[in-house]
Structures are given as structure tokens and as C-alpha cells.
């Protein structure tokens, strides 16, 4: 049986990003995970992870660690950048007006709409730590 | 993430999308996807239906986009929006600035070019 337990260490980069995100889905693809849950994780995990590489400069590491075991998926963000606590980002008003639309700003407000659970802790590490539970059923 | 491009008509351009539009894919677009619609203020429709999964980067992109055109006169419409794209296009409610058409006819016409 295939494990349902991921590790991911990489650069806190847009390529470490995107080398980190094609193991993510080999992983479910190993657990068979497909549909809405899937997509809900793998965007969690392009959110979160830009967020760092965006805000928490200079971050260097990152680590994921994703959980299927249990009703929840869990997936807890590390990293070494900067302290930043992404709940204290509050998810604007969607735009309706082309002209006027602000650019940008949507990433964790979309995770906040099917996440559970959206927590932050600095570590005693001096590290980040986003934990983001999403419901598999 | 793949791009291609091919004129329609006079400042009219096909753009079909291929692959995920996210961070690292829209990071890998971004700039040409842009200098070949703002520039030249080209209407453009484009073709997603091979995009697979997209995130707030690939949506920042397009709106970045439609908004540049609009303030030069132009327009962005796209079609053919796989399912659980379109579900995230919904959440933030892109349908209310860009159009999301079902076929390329449709957005064809939403950006003015008469469809033979």
C-alpha cells in the first residue's frame, strides 16, 4: 500500500516550486487521489508555497509535509524566511469592474474557501509554519 | 506550459493555452503572453481548453491582461474552460469581467469579430 505520508524540501524558488509540485502529484497519483480533493491540495500547495516565495523573502528552504491519513488532508508549510503570518491577510472583496480590478491578492482567499483549518505558528526554529487542513470527503 | 499564437483578423489573435496555469506556468508565460496582446492592442479570444488547473497567478494573469486591452480598447474573451477550472474562475468571480464563453464562435463574438 502506498504511502499516504509526503516529505517535500526544496528551494524557496519559483523553479523549487515547480520541481516540488510535480512530486506532489506523483504522490497522488500513488494514493489514487483525483477530482475536486486533489485539485483543492495541489492549489493549496501553489498558494501557500508562492506566498512564501513572494513574502517571505529570503526564505532558502521549504518543507511540506502532506498528510492523507484521516478525514482531513493536512499540509504543513515550513520555512525559514522572514516572520509572516498569512492570517493577517484579509481576503478582499471580489472585483466586478475590469477597470478598477486590483491585480493580484486572490491566492489565500481561495485556499481560506475550502480549508478547514488555516493556522500559523512561528516555530521555536524561527520558522514559519502554515498548517491548512482540507476535508477528503 | 505552452502558448500559441495565430492571428484571426485585422488586431484580432487566437491564443491557445496548453498545460497548468499556475505560479511556475504563468511565470513561464507571462511576459510573452502579454507582449503579444498589449503592445498592439490585439483583441484576443483564448483557448483553454487544454489547461488543466489554474491558480491565482494564471487568473492574475489574465485579468493583468483584459484590463491592459480594455484601457486600450480591446477586449479578452476566453472558451472552452475545462470543469474544475472553471469551478476556481467562479470562486472569484472572473466571469464578471472577462467573458467565459463555451465555444470559440461565442468568443469570437464577444470580442467583436463576425463569426462567417
Redo the contacts between chains.
Keep these: 500500500m502506498a504511502s499516504r505520508l509526503q516529505r517535500l524540501t526544496f528551494p524557496g524558488t519559483?523553479?523549487g516550486?515547480?520541481e516540488a509540485?510535480s512530486r506532489l502529484r506523483s504522490f497522488l497519483d500513488g494514493v489514487a487521489l483525483a477530482g475536486?480533493r486533489r485539485?483543492q491540495i495541489?492549489?493549496a500547495f501553489?498558494?501557500i508555497?508562492?506566498n512564501i516565495?513572494r513574502h517571505g523573502q529570503p526564505a532558502t528552504d521549504v518543507e511540506v509535509v502532506v498528510s492523507l491519513d484521516g478525514p482531513e488532508a493536512v499540509l504543513t508549510f515550513d520555512d525559514d524566511g522572514h516572520s509572516f503570518d498569512p492570517r493577517g491577510h484579509t481576503p478582499r472583496p471580489?472585483?466586478?469592474?475590469?477597470?478598477h480590478?486590483e491585480?493580484?491578492g486572490?491566492?489565500l482567499?481561495?485556499v481560506r474557501?475550502f480549508a478547514t483549518r488555516f493556522d500559523y505558528e512561528r516555530t521555536p526554529r524561527r520558522h514559519n509554519r502554515v498548517t491548512v487542513a482540507i476535508p477528503l470527503s | 506550459m505552452n502558448m500559441q499564437i495565430a492571428p484571426l483578423a485585422e488586431r484580432h489573435v487566437k491564443v491557445t493555452l496548453a498545460g497548468r496555469l499556475?505560479?511556475?506556468g504563468a511565470?513561464s508565460i507571462e511576459t510573452r503572453f502579454l507582449a503579444s496582446l498589449i503592445p498592439d492592442a490585439n483583441n484576443a479570444i483564448i483557448d483553454m481548453s487544454q489547461v488543466d488547473?489554474i491558480?491565482?497567478?494564471g487568473?492574475?494573469m489574465l485579468?493583468?491582461a483584459?484590463?491592459s486591452l480594455?484601457?486600450r480598447q480591446a477586449l479578452l474573451a476566453m472558451y472552452g474552460v475545462q470543469e474544475?477550472v472553471n469551478?476556481?474562475l467562479e470562486?472569484?468571480?472572473i466571469h464578471?469581467?472577462?467573458p467565459v464563453c463555451k465555444t470559440e464562435a461565442e468568443a469570437q463574438a464577444a470580442v467583436g469579430l463576425r463569426v462567417a
Design positions: 519559483t523553479a516550486l515547480a509540485a475536486e485539485y495541489e492549489l501553489d498558494e508555497v508562492s516565495i471580489l472585483d466586478t469592474d475590469l477597470e480590478a491585480i493580484g486572490l491566492g482567499g481561495l474557501r | 499556475d505560479t511556475p511565470d488547473f491558480s491565482s497567478m487568473i492574475r485579468v493583468s483584459a484590463r480594455k484601457m474544475q469551478q476556481v470562486l472569484v468571480a464578471q469581467m472577462i
